[in-house]
């Protein structure tokens, strides 16, 4: 890890390195866990207010019973709860105890393709990792293609930011700012070989506006009027249920089959 007086020292021959720096300690490493308290999946995030105020995807969260979140100097905190999600342009809230410095939002209504933005977050697991790119285009709505493969997450997204560079799991929920330093949107996800789409930061300033403010909620792992149940534990439930049943009919009818057993011996010995 690089110390303090090296990145000063970088930052005076590359703009880039200081902005960097100055944004790192607002992200945080999003460790997802499960039921038991075992460790399921992992996002990324930042502070959008200096009390604890966490903004990552929708689809990082909803899946969650438990998260941890690590600052970039290795300091973990549980999270308080879920503020407020906000299924259809894949934006979330969480709160987390202690105070931290809030990032900047920015305006994404006149980015322009072909601007410079970059981002810090956990690609492959690699938190806190810094990645350049461009604005490739700003779109009214996905392709539908690309809807699909987002699922409910992008459905009615619309207005949508395309970028030029490559994204992989565990950066889902990363900053992504211009380099005046402001965040003009959320990391969705990759979709290919240096494509990535970011949910624009009006969708994120909107869930802040109208729900910054709302009391907690647990993480439940299922669906509440704040946590959305994934399709694969929707599937796992119906396939429980249809194995309890048959498992059932399979006594019932074994049950009959042994009365009857039972029945016709009885006759023979009378």
Do not use: C
């Not at 934006?91 to 980015?111: E, H, N, T």
């Not at 461009?134 to 996905?142: L, P």
């Not at 429980?240 to 089959?257: C, E, M, Q, T």
Request: charged share 15%; net charge negative.
């Amino acid at each position: 890890m690089l110390s303090a007086l090296t990145l000063l020292a970088l930052a005076q021959t590359d703009p880039l390195v200081e902005l960097a720096a100055r944004v790192t300690p607002s992200v945080v490493h999003v460790v997802i866990k499960g039921p038991l308290g075992e460790k399921i999946g992992s996002g990324t995030g930042f502070f959008v207010s200096d009390d604890g105020l966490v903004a990552t995807n929708a689809h990082v969260v909803d899946i969650a019973s438990a998260i941890t979140v690590e600052l970039a100097t290795g300091e973990k905190r549980d999270a308080i709860g879920l503020v407020a999600i906000d299924v259809s342009h894949d934006v979330a809230l969480l709160r987390v105890p202690g105070q931290s410095k809030a990032l900047p939002l920015g305006s994404s209504v006149d980015l322009q393709p072909g601007t410079s933005v970059f981002s810090v977050g956990g690609p492959a697991g690699l938190a806190f990792s810094v990645t350049t790119g461009i604005v490739g285009a700003v779109r009214k709505e996905m392709e539908e293609e690309e809807r699909k493969a987002a699922g409910k997450y992008f459905e009615n997204m619309g207005r949508v930011i395309q970028l030029s560079s490559a994204s992989r799991g565990g950066a889902s929920g990363s900053p992504v700012l211009t380099h005046d330093g402001q965040v003009i949107g959320v990391l969705h996800a990759g979709m290919g070989e240096m494509l990535t789409f970011l949910s624009p930061i009006e969708n994120l300033a909107a869930l802040i506006s109208s729900h910054g403010a709302t009391p907690v909620q647990p993480f439940s792992g299922i669906a509440t009027s704040a946590v959305v149940a994934t399709d694969e534990r929707r599937n796992l439930l119906v396939s429980a249920i249809f194995f309890a049943v048959l498992g059932v009919v399979g006594l019932v009818l074994w049950r009959r089959s042994v009365s009857a057993e039972r029945a016709k011996a009885k006759h023979l010995l009378d």
